[in-house]
């Protein structure tokens, strides 16, 4: 998240399986140079099958 830590936090603590204890938060400053995190573009598949796929 691109935000301070308060919201993060506070969002986090909105998620429903934070809420039901399956997933833990854990929220920290992380700073990098402009421009070395990229997310490329990726199709994500729809089913196992289609992930099992060459």
Do not use: H, Q, Y
Not at 3 to 10: L, N, Q, V
Not at 17 to 39: D, H, K, S, Y
């Amino acid at each position: 998240m691109s935000c301070d830590p308060e919201t993060a936090r506070r969002i986090a603590n909105e998620d429903p399986a934070v809420r039901a204890g399956r997933l833990a938060i854990e929220v920290m400053t992380w700073i990098v140079p402009a421009g070395n995190v990229r997310f490329e573009d990726v199709p994500a598949p729809r089913s196992m099958a289609e992930a099992e796929e060459d």
